[in-house]
């Protein structure tokens, strides 16, 4: 059974930094795409980063792009958003999720197979 677990949200100010982990467990994710979503309330579900389980490739919205970072830690079968410079604007519940027939620039919420418990994050200003 698949099992993505976030954690790492919190409340911070603008301008800080969070760094969210995604750990992943239940199966083999070599062919995976994993990607960060989130959703503010009363909004749609946003596309945050995605990232190959192999290989470099990764991608990242204009939105973030800059302030935002993505990586894994195949070790440790966990994947990491690393947020800086934080506007209140990012204040969302942030969700992991795993794509088994996606592509790394995938940004639609329904190529992703598996999701996370989401972990909130608040900016305040």
């Known amino acids: 059974q698949v099992q993505l677990v976030e954690s790492g949200g919190g409340s911070v100010q603008a301008g800080g930094s969070l760094r969210l982990s995604c750990a992943a467990s239940?199966?083999?994710?070599?062919?995976?795409?994993m990607g960060w979503f989130r959703q503010a309330p009363g909004k749609e579900r946003q596309f945050v980063a995605a990232i190959r389980w192999s290989g470099s490739d990764i991608y990242l919205p204009d939105s973030v792009k800059g302030r935002f970072t993505i990586s894994r830690d195949n070790a440790k079968n966990t994947v990491y958003l690393t947020m800086n410079s934080l506007k209140p604007d990012d204040t969302a519940v942030y969700y992991c999720?795993?794509?088994?027939?996606?592509?790394?620039?995938?940004?639609?919420?329904?190529?992703?197979?598996?999701w996370g418990q989401g972990t909130q994050v608040t900016v305040s200003s």
């Open positions: 239940g199966r083999t994710f070599s062919s995976y795409v």
């Open positions: 999720a795993a794509a088994s027939r996606a592509n790394y620039y995938s940004s639609r919420a329904s190529e992703y197979d598996y």
